[in-house]
């Protein structure tokens, strides 16, 4: 483990003096940063938000093909592994001390990304963010480490791994969302996104920064990572060559394959089990609109087409909680507002109480609220919006018409995940006989958590007509 | 570390095969050497001296044949036999920007036994260039921090592959010195190369190798009277002669000529050189140059092989 932690310091300190290695470690991802955020982003806060983990991402796979990859081969075409050979230094030992070294450099790198979106981009940023992001950046580290080091122990020759790496890079880069964000591809690349570890990290970089969601909620995603991380360093652990005069057989190149086996059976279980796209589209959209609202309040024009709810819901005071008028006998939800959007114009809900014992007379718990429907919207069909819950409870909703208070309400009830999910709640429908009925200018939403007694709390965001 | 002269072989090779795809490297290469000898393996380029280092040092399997380094397998206990033995293989390279003193450092620090890296520097004459960049040393000075690398764990056994290989004739004695420096401090080396004059100065035993097999080993001593070509003798002449007609002069083994210089072997010296003047007085042709020597090891290698060391 000395012998790990002596010569991971030495090729860090190698790096420091080697004018190249300190531009494309340091300035090359902030010339990134600045692309993306400047660029792409128009200087916004929540597009930074959005693409700071495809900055991440991108930077993280720099690292393992071009850096630890790269290096490796050169390394082996020198000739100066060769010494180390003579010394009582083993492959692990030099397959490790790579990644450590790699991994030690990469935090500072991102420390510096963070300071630069954080000061100049004014990203917002929580502090609960930090233990996500270290977990996301320390998984993301090691397995394109491990991606990296399989292919430079399966090339011969420089030319050969830069053959491989360009392959993987250009595909990674630009269809798992990097610098296309997924949901502006076509769907057929969607598909194939699924099947690319760069998709899984990058999203969850996004899910967490842009929208705030627990990495437990990507757990499928995470462990894919490991597994294959795992299996792309054993790999170049067993095939590692200290001579450029050792030749990997075809037979062994084929053992580059076994890292894809996890990638392809997380890919199929999210095309068949999981709906990815949802998650991406509502952090994509979110960004789009918060972007849209600040352009478009430069323009001078209307900011949004979303109603925001009535009252207190339109203040821009982040710390203010209201208690929503309820039934008189029901306990009392809270609805708290959890993330205001960019000039207000947007908000995260979150929804709150505990379910008392259950006892006789006893009524559920339910929250409401009354929303304008704006009189730009002459059709609508009910209302959507993105929810998710820690909760492994059900809750129902229910639309009323807040004005006629006349209309079948079809109550609709799901169980929340950990994901941002989209849902759709119709619009009460008229008594039959009216032809051609009004649409509703008011309407109430009801949301009561179901099941057994106990705290809840589901988190809302993007109401909207549909 | 006091001279030790043991019976017991430190190294010992038997029958050692080595195959890379078309080309047989080794076709049984057998040896011993002896504890506080200066053991050379002498050859011309392709012989099999590289590949029969590497297999000592553990980098290479033979594929037939036994090999003992220090009394343990190479193969199978790499890591202990590398902390009791140092090497240095043709042209160490060790990255850019990696200082001398940091690299003497690093690399004592694998080993459970150092020598300090003050007298490391101080010994191999690279003290001045202690903070220098790797690629800002010379040939030389390469060479140097490589046999010191080879030190850094106060090896029972140092083994140098082509250790003056690509340096000029004042560099390649600056690491006769080190060498024989090392031999005075009682250290075995086990050496490869294809300069004679390494070899006959610096080995107390010698195997000379060709295409895989040793053709000839022992003292250089032993190996030049074994040969029995006689004394050797380098003659200009002020008209060239057919070599042929200097072959049967009497008492003359083998005459050849390279580069307008004869050189003979005779035996009796002295016999031969008196037919030679009787011979250029009847030619009309006069004698400019005569050089007596004896048969270097040069003349051991033709003899076996019948080919030169160069060629």
């Not at chain 1, 955020?37 to 597009?47: E, K, S």
């Not at chain 1, 909680?321 to 708290?336: G, H, K, S, Y």
């Not at chain 2, 490391?120 to 903070?131: D, I, N, Q, S, V």
């Amino acid at each position: 483990m000395m012998n790990v932690i002596r010569l991971s310091i030495m090729t860090i300190r190698l790096v420091m003096r080697t004018k190249v290695a300190l531009f494309f470690t340091f300035l090359f991802p902030c010339i990134f940063l600045f692309v993306y955020g400047g660029i792409f982003g128009h200087g916004d806060p929540n597009a930074m938000a959005y693409m700071f983990g495809q900055v991440l991402t991108l930077n993280i796979l720099g690292a393992g093909f071009f850096g630890l990859g790269l290096q490796a081969v050169m390394q082996r075409e020198r000739g100066s592994l060769r010494r180390y050979r003579l010394a009582p230094v083993g492959s692990l030992t030099i397959v490790a001390s790579n990644l450590l070294a790699n991994y030690l450099i990469q935090i500072p790198v991102v420390g510096l990304l963070l300071v630069c979106a954080m000061g100049i981009f004014h990203m917002p940023f929580k502090l609960s963010f930090i233990p996500m992001i270290f977990v996301l950046l320390t998984i993301g580290i090691f397995a394109f480490a491990g991606y990296g080091l399989t292919i430079a122990s399966v090339s011969n020759t420089m030319q050969e791994v830069q053959v491989y790496n360009n392959l993987a890079w250009f595909a990674l880069v630009f269809l798992s969302g990097i610098t296309i964000p997924l949901p502006a591809l076509p769907h057929w690349i969607q598909t194939v996104a699924t099947f690319l570890p760069a998709t899984y990290l990058v999203t969850m970089f996004q899910a967490v920064m842009a929208q705030s969601e627990p990495v437990s909620a990507h757990l499928p995603e995470l462990v894919t990572l490991v597994v294959s991380g795992f299996a792309g360093l054993f790999i170049a652990w067993k095939l590692f060559r200290w001579e450029k005069e050792e030749r990997i057989s075809t037979a062994n190149k084929a053992w580059a394959f076994a890292l894809l086996i996890p990638i392809f059976l997380m890919g199929l279980w999210m095309n068949v089990y999981a709906n990815p796209s949802a998650s991406w589209n509502k952090s994509y959209s979110r960004m789009i609109k918060q972007m849209s609202s600040v352009v478009s309040a430069a323009n001078g024009t209307a900011g949004t087409t979303l109603e925001d709810f009535e009252g207190a819901a339109a203040s821009q005071d982040i710390s203010k909680t209201w208690q929503v008028p309820m039934e008189d006998v029901r306990p009392l939800a809270e609805i708290t507002i959890i993330a205001p959007g960019a000039n207000g114009s947007q908000h995260a809900l979150r929804v709150s109480g505990r379910v008392p014992m259950p006892s006789q007379n006893q009524l559920p718990v339910q929250a409401s609220d009354n929303f304008v429907i704006p009189t730009t919207v002459k059709t609508f069909s009910g209302i959507e919006f993105w929810i998710r819950s820690d909760d492994s409870r059900e809750y129902r909703f229910t639309l009323l018409d807040e004005n006629t208070k006349q209309g079948t309400a079809p109550e609709i009830t799901l169980r929340p995940s950990s994901k941002w999910a989209s849902i759709r709640i119709p619009a009460p429908t008229q008594a039959q006989g009216n032809a051609s009925p009004p649409q509703p200018s008011h309407l109430k939403l009801f949301i009561a958590p179901l099941g057994q007694a106990g705290d809840f709390s589901v988190d809302i965001d993007e109401i909207k007509t549909y | 570390m006091s001279a030790n002269n043991n019976a017991s072989p430190l190294v010992s090779a038997e029958n050692l095969h080595k195959r890379y795809e078309d080309v047989l490297a080794l076709r049984g290469i057998s040896f011993e050497m002896k504890k506080g000898e200066v053991f050379g393996l002498l050859g011309p380029n392709g012989a099999g001296k590289t590949t029969t280092i590497e297999i000592l040092v553990g980098l290479r399997q033979p594929d037939e044949g036994s090999v003992r380094v220090c009394g343990l397998d190479p193969a199978r206990e790499s890591n202990e036999l590398k902390e009791r033995i140092g090497a240095a293989l043709q042209a160490t390279v060790l990255p850019d920007k990696m200082t001398v003193e940091e690299a003497l450092r690093l690399f004592a620090s694998f080993y459970k036994h150092r020598v300090p890296t003050e007298s490391l520097l101080e010994t191999f004459g690279l003290m001045e260039k202690r903070h220098a960049h790797f690629d800002k040393l010379s040939g030389g000075q390469k060479q140097r921090l490589a046999l010191a690398l080879a030190l850094v764990n106060d090896p029972e056994l140092v083994l140098l592959d082509e250790p003056t290989v690509g340096l000029d004739a004042m560099l390649r004695r600056d690491i006769y010195a080190l060498i024989e420096r090392f031999k005075s401090e009682g250290r075995t080396v086990l050496l490869t190369t294809h300069y004679i004059e390494e070899a006959e100065r610096l080995c107390d035993h010698v195997a000379i190798i060709d295409h895989g097999r040793v053709v000839a080993i022992g003292t250089p001593r032993e190996l030049v009277d074994r040969s029995g070509r006689g004394t050797r003798l380098e003659v200009r002449l002020a008209k060239p002669v057919p070599a042929e007609k200097l072959k049967s002069l009497d008492a003359v083994i083998d005459s050849r000529e390279s580069d307008g210089i004869y050189v003979l072997h005779a035996q009796p010296a002295t016999q031969a050189i008196v037919g030679l003047i009787h011979f250029l007085e009847a030619e009309n042709n006069a004698l400019l140059d005569l050089h007596i020597a004896q048969p270097s090891l040069e003349d051991v290698f033709v003899e076996m092989t019948g080919r030169k060391l160069s060629e």
